[in-house]
C-alpha cells in the first residue's frame, strides 16, 4: 500500500507570522493521520505557483495552503491547469482569509488541521479571466483598486480595518467609470463606481456582501453599483454590513455563469486583492473545478442556502 504524501506551502510572512512556530505540530498531526508530510516556505511573488504546479505533477494527494487569499490564489494558479489535481486544505494565516471564512475554517491551526484531517471533500468553483484564476472575487472601478494600496505591515497591524482606513483616506478622490457589461445574454451600460463577480459570500470582511453565493452551483453573484454621491456609498456600507443593500437602487445584483466586462477608459483588474492586470476581459466560470477539503459547518450552510433557493 502507497503512503500517502501531504505538502503544506504555507507563507512565512501572512498575518502576524505565527504559523511557523506551528509547523511542528502540523507536521506532526499529518504523520499521525497516515501521511508522510512535508512543507515549503514561499520565498515571494509567484513562488507559491511553482511550487503548487511541482506538486501537481509529483501527485501528492494532499495539499495544504498556509496563509492568506493571495497565497490560495497563487496555489490555485499553479495546479488549475493540471492534469492531476490534489485535494486542497487550507489553513488560515492571512489577514482577512475571505476564502477560509467563507469554507468556515478556524482561524486556530490546531482545530483548522483537525477539520482538513475529517477529510470532508466537496468539488467547488474557481474562476478564469485573461488567462488568469481567482477563488474569491473579481471586480474593477475604483473602489476595487484600494486594496493595491493596502502595505502588508498596515494588514498584519490593523487587520481588515486596514482596508477602511484606506477606503475612507481615498474617497475624495474616487470617479465613476463607464462601461459595458454583458452577462448571460443581458447588457448593462452606464457609470459605476464598482462592479465585483464573487465566488463566495465573504468578500473584504463583508459576509453579507453575496448573501446566497454558492461555491458548487456554476454561478457567480455579480454586484454592480453604479454611479453614487458620497453620501449615497456611505450609506451603502451600512447597509452591506447589514446584508440589506442588495434592493437598492443604486445597485445591481444578479447571477452569471459568463461576464464580459469592456470599460471605456483604463480599468484595472482586481483578482482576489491583487492587481490582475486590465480590463478588457471575459470572466468564466470554471464549476466544480478544484476539491477542497472542507467543515461541517460549511456544508451546513450551502444545504440550508440552496434549500432557501430550490437548487
Not at 464598482?194 to 456554476?218: C, E, I
Not at 443593500?245 to 444578479?254: F, G, Q, R, S, V
Request: aromatic fraction near 8%; hydrophobic fraction near 40%; glycine fraction near 8%.
Amino acid at each position: 500500500m502507497r503512503l500517502k504524501r501531504a505538502r503544506i506551502i504555507y507563507n512565512p510572512s501572512a498575518g502576524r507570522e505565527q504559523f511557523r512556530s506551528e509547523l511542528p505540530y502540523v507536521l506532526e498531526q499529518l504523520e499521525q493521520a497516515g501521511y508522510e508530510a512535508s512543507a515549503h516556505a514561499t520565498t515571494g511573488e509567484g513562488d507559491a505557483t511553482r511550487e503548487a504546479k511541482l506538486v501537481a505533477e509529483r501527485k501528492y494527494d494532499l495539499l495544504i495552503i498556509a496563509g492568506g487569499d493571495g497565497t490560495i490564489n497563487e496555489v490555485v494558479s499553479g495546479i488549475a491547469e493540471a492534469p492531476y489535481r490534489p485535494r486542497i486544505g487550507i489553513i488560515p494565516a492571512g489577514t482577512t482569509n475571505d476564502f477560509a471564512r467563507a469554507l468556515f475554517m478556524p482561524k486556530d491551526t490546531k482545530e483548522a488541521i483537525k477539520v482538513i484531517l475529517e477529510e470532508n471533500e466537496r468539488a467547488l468553483d474557481i474562476g478564469k479571466v485573461n488567462g488568469k484564476y481567482f477563488i474569491n472575487i473579481a471586480g474593477g472601478g475604483d473602489l476595487t483598486e484600494l486594496t493595491f494600496d493596502v502595505s502588508t505591515k498596515m494588514k498584519a497591524t490593523l487587520g481588515r480595518l486596514a482596508y477602511y482606513v484606506k477606503g475612507i483616506e481615498m474617497l475624495p478622490s474616487i470617479r465613476s467609470s463607464s462601461v459595458t457589461i454583458e452577462y448571460d445574454g443581458e447588457v448593462f451600460e452606464g457609470d459605476i463606481m464598482l462592479f465585483l463577480v464573487a465566488n463566495t459570500n465573504s468578500v473584504s470582511g463583508f459576509d453579507q456582501l453575496a448573501p446566497d453565493a454558492l461555491l458548487d452551483d456554476g454561478y457567480f453573484d455579480m454586484i454592480i453599483l453604479k454611479k453614487t454621491n458620497l453620501a449615497d456609498f456611505v450609506r451603502l456600507v451600512t447597509a452591506a454590513l447589514r446584508g440589506t443593500h442588495l434592493k437598492d437602487e443604486k445597485i445591481i445584483y444578479t447571477q452569471a455563469k459568463r461576464i464580459k466586462v469592456t470599460p471605456h477608459k483604463k480599468m484595472l483588474l482586481n483578482l482576489d486583492g491583487e492587481y490582475g492586470g486590465e480590463f478588457p476581459g471575459e470572466i468564466v466560470n470554471l464549476p466544480q473545478h478544484l476539491t477542497f477539503l472542507v467543515s461541517k459547518q460549511f456544508i451546513e450552510r450551502e444545504q440550508k442556502v440552496k434549500k432557501r433557493l430550490n437548487k
